[in-house]
């Protein structure tokens, strides 16, 4: 996934089948039927954006949908949901209204379109992407959104209460290619006109607005607190076809295209006495990369093995303490965790070589290989450093 700067809420990569829950409970999705042949189905039959798996919709002709999900996440004030969609060759647009795709929701919740909160991102036949907002329990309501959108910002690109792409234009989706989305929220001060909605389509900002009426006077304590999940093409699909779905995060900052790294920091004023110092300079740490890649191939089976059946508790570093955590999986680009209940993904590069020891030491007594593991990715030496210093405290 991108680097997100905030506080990610939930990571769902299904490269293993997602944790399900019941209607409306915590810790998992509820609704979804993930079954070969199905509405919905994990699939590794298409090249995915990360990993190996992602789902697969089977929508028959004349349906509207073939399948959805929810998730609760921690209620918060700011949301950002990113994920990927593709739509193969061959995919034929239905002629009308939709679909509507992902949608976080706030507060009060009857129906994906009876809330007090809901944020749409919507594809449309003409291929462009739409971020919209509707507030039927607040007193905009729902119709009264695009009399407000219209008066105040114009001509949507598509929908009654889209927002216009006041920043740039997006591109358009590509048969065959995977669409990068990323849309947000923030809930205005109850009452006030200064709420924020942004769209990034492939990594680009293509509108953003933050004078929104989000949260009204009646509504002082409303957070966003659900996502959801479920392409539903008003006119139905004119044929029997697929589409697929991969890479989900929710996060509290921008999260950004898969790859996405935060920008570096400015490099530090010229000192007033007019020398620069000599940039420091960090020891050179041999890594054997392609026996490191062989081991950490081996290392992630062990971990997907060992964490199908029973979940064990590692310890990781979290903001700035050392915090218990169940592990739950691992790819090429890092390990799944969960805390109290809340998935978050750990790159390995920020995994702390003692750390790293310490949880394949839960999964294997095979200690040469840990020590060849560390060797390969020239870690060795930092691990004895952290050993040691452990050992003095």
Known sequence: MGVARGEILLYEDFEDKPKTVRWMGSGGWFEPKFEPGSGMELTTEVKCPKGQQCVKYNIKQGKKGSGGMFHKVKP????????????????????????HDGMIFGGKWQSP??????????????????????????????????????????????????????????????????????????????GKEDGEVRLWVNGKLVSEYTDVPL????????KMDMVFMAPYFHPGSPKDQTHYLDEIVISTEYIGPVGYQKPKPLEAKKPSGGIIPPPKREPKIKVDAEKEAALRKDLIGIIRDKAANEKPTIYI??????????????????????????????????????????????LTDDHKFLADYCEAAGLAEELERERAAAAEK
């Open 76 to 99: 918060v004030d700011k949301m950002h949901y990113r994920y990927y969609r593709m739509f193969p060759e061959g995919w034929e647009w239905p002629k009308g209204y939709g679909p």
């Open 113 to 190: 379109t009876h809330t007090d909160f809901s944020l749409y991102l919507d594809f449309w036949m003409s291929r462009e992407t739409v971020v919209r907002v509707a507030t039927r329990f607040q007193k905009l309501g729902y119709g009264g959104w695009g009399k407000y959108m219209r008066d105040k910002y114009g001509r949507a690109p598509n929908g009654a209460q889209g927002f216009p792409y006041n920043k740039s234009k997006p591109d358009l989706i590509e048969s065959g290619k995977w669409h990068c989305v990323e849309f947000m929220a923030k809930l205005s001060t109850p």
């Open 215 to 222: 949260r009204d006077e009646n509504h002082p304590d409303l």
């Open 317 to 362: 570093d979290f903001a700035g303490r050392t915090t218990r955590a169940k592990l739950v999986s691992a790819d090429y680009d890092g390990v799944q965790v969960s805390m109290r209940g809340m998935a978050m993904p750990l790159a390995w590069e920020k995994i702390k070589p003692h750390r790293l020891y310490g949880m394949a030491s839960k």
